[in-house]
């Protein structure tokens, strides 16, 4: 592997690398941490500065240390009390890598969503979405189901943040997301592409399996899904085309929010098929 091993868990690259787990940090420069095998293979052709092994790590994942090492990543071999360190979870699985931040301008995520000729555009948007356990999942939804971004308003939990990175399994990396962003820019970034804004209420005025529904999935379509504890922002209420219900036969009242949203994203992809 090169250089000595890292042994202590109070030096200076231990430090850094555990700053990153702040927000502020992060953002001033302009990293994140991804941790394990599965997040650290999708990070890939994203681009690893640093990656950190324990010695049975690099042998139990031989192609996947070589494959960052050979793309320039800094390949550092390190105890297992210094990934402990480094690790936001109780448990390190002994990989630990360092990548620059994913998101990207508003205008750039439009491009590709209206330029995408295979199909009109298929948006997410998280109004005000702090869980990170929540928007991980439907960051994961809208790749799975192939949507053409997730737009992520002010308010919203930062998308590198650790919990909401494992949340995402991989997908933080598949799909173009854009944080921080207004209503008022998200709005109007919608409406200048001709994207129908469409929310979920269980007092919608469409049928998620009704015959309306058809048009307006196979359509352009943003939906927006609100925080759990405060909904969605009273300019997308009023900037909505359509408001639709997911039909619930049995007892309980609601959904929780990312239940909600992959039921309505996967009726949009089953639409387009």
Known sequence: MGAD???SPRSARV?????LHDRRHRAARGAFVVE???AVAAAGDHGISDLFVTERAAERYPDLVAGQRARGARVTVASDEVLEAMSETRQSQGIIAVCPLVTT???TLMMGAVGDSAA?????VLDRVNNPGNAGTVIRSADALGANGVIMTEGSVDPHNGKCVRSTAGSLFHVAISDGVTATDAIAACRSAGVVIVTAHAAGDVDLDGPAAIPLLRGPVAWVFGSEAHGIDAQWRDAAGVSVRIPMTGAAESLNMAAAAAICLYATARMRR
């Open 36 to 38: 394990g095998p599965q």
């Open 15 to 19: 430090t850094e690398v555990r700053h």
């Open 5 to 7: 091993p890292l042994t």
């Open 105 to 107: 301008p508003l205008d």
């Open 120 to 124: 009109p555009p298929f948006l997410v």
